[in-house]
């Protein structure tokens, strides 16, 4: 392969606008999780522009394969993933660049991720005939909720027609300066459990509490006790959180409620763990349930499984993205008790997922990410498209030395 990373950072930078162009319409019409059909669409039309052979996959994602020369029909695919949904937030207003799809927002920076896998292609289509292998894109939707967009393609089969050497995905991190990168071998992102516990009882009167079990008074007791199972019940080396945002229950002050339900989220940096938590709150749960005398129903919907960067593959992608930008530009990732669906795909194949720096000088770029204010510098949008197409570049170079 003649191809440098000078080259690949020649291209992106020369791409910019277009990658402006590109993520600023993407911005503007949001479409939330399953419902991208817009998105879809506009992704397509910049493929065929390209040249590029896609396909639907997910109902509302797409997938394909690029070739370069001289690519074995049976070879081994990387593959490059971005997410394409937003989430029901209000964007702030005084935004140079604003959703026009009131109460949808990419609050997560979806566009950004589809712009740079898109800026990618477009070099990786543009050097096609210097460079060997096959590289799999994919856009996947429904990223922000449950059961993920990942899980809906790996029914379809379809990566499992082919064989595949990874997946690389990024994420953009407000905390990074644009220019700046971020990865780190093992489990670096949580698992993620939705908890959904309803406590039952005849109800009756306040004044006669007496008369009847108190659902209200189980379910205080309740979200209290389960805080043992992150506390007193976890192996104390091992990340976790249990947290609870939603309490309902009641109708009026001197009622004592037929029913309170609760609803929370189970974090967790190790799968084995992971399941015996699931144990143990099924267990607290029938166990506070008995000694107030009221039934309790326990749901545990699981989420996105813990995300495991390969060791192997994560340490040659930081080798590419340390000759794009500089080993001073590529710094450990911390690991993050959010999680992602990107975690769904490494359980099938090596898989590495970097943070991609969108800070920039003052606060507009640097408000968190699912808030209304939420920004990137410009320059942020060259630099994934680069390191996406440059960390394929030097995985199908390894290849071909090999």
């Known amino acids: 392969m003649n191809i440098t990373a000078s ?5 992106a930078q020369n791409l910019a606008p277009r990658l402006q162009e590109w993520r600023n ?4 019409y949001p479409e939330l999780s399953f419902q991208e059909y817009q998105t879809q669409a506009w992704i397509a039309g910049r493929l065929r522009e390209m040249g590029i052979a896609f396909q639907p996959v997910a109902s509302t994602g797409l997938t394909g394969i690029l070739e370069g020369r001289r690519s074995q029909v049976e070879g081994p695919v990387l593959w490059l993933r971005a997410d394409m949904d937003a989430l029901p937030i209000t964007e702030a207003p005084e935004k140079p660049c604003v959703s026009e799809n009131p109460g949808v927002m990419h609050a997560c920076g979806h566009d950004v991720h589809t712009t740079c896998l898109l800026g990618a292609l477009y070099i990786l289509k543009n050097l096609s005939a210097q460079w060997s292998g096959r590289v ?3 856009f996947q939707p429904g990223e922000e909720v449950l059961p993920g967009g990942a899980s809906l393609i790996l029914k379809e089969g379809l990566l499992e027609s082919f064989p595949s050497k990874g997946i690389i995905g ?11 990168v971020a990865l780190s071998p093992g489990p670096v992102m949580a698992s993620s459990d939705e908890l959904y516990i309803r406590i039952k009882g005849p109800g009756g009167h306040a004044a006669l509490p007496h008369l009847v079990p108190d659902t209200l008074l189980a379910a205080a007791h309740l979200l209290i006790t389960l805080q043992q199972v992150v506390s007193r019940r976890r192996p104390p080396l091992l990340p976790a959180v249990l947290s609870f945002g939603k309490m309902t229950g009641g109708t009026a002050p001197n009622v004592i409620p037929q029913w309170v339900e609760l609803a929370g989220t189970l974090r967790c940096m190790d799968e084995n763990w992971r399941r015996q938590a699931h144990k143990e709150i099924t267990h607290i749960v029938e166990s506070v349930a008995q000694s107030f005398d009221v039934k309790a129903e ?3 919907l699981e989420g996105y499984p813990v995300l495991f960067n390969h060791p192997d593959l994560t340490q040659k992608v930081a080798k590419a993205l340390s000759e794009l930008l500089g080993a001073d530009h590529v710094h450990p990732m911390q690991p993050r008790m959010t999680s992602e669906d990107f975690a769904t795909y490494t359980r099938l194949m090596p898989g590495c997922f970097f943070r991609l720096g969108t800070g920039g000088p003052g606060s507009a770029h640097r408000h968190s990410v699912h808030t209304a204010q939420f920004d990137i510098n410009p320059q942020s949008l060259m630099v994934g498209a680069a390191s996406l197409a440059w960390a394929a570049l030097y995985l199908a170079d390894q290849e071909e030395a090999d």
């Open 7 to 11: 080259d690949v950072l020649a291209a």
């Open 25 to 28: 319409h993407l911005h503007r």
């Open 136 to 138: 799999g894109f994919i």
């Open 298 to 300: 326990c749901q545990i």
């Open 170 to 180: 990024l994420h953009v991190h407000p905390d990074l300066d644009a220019g700046q």
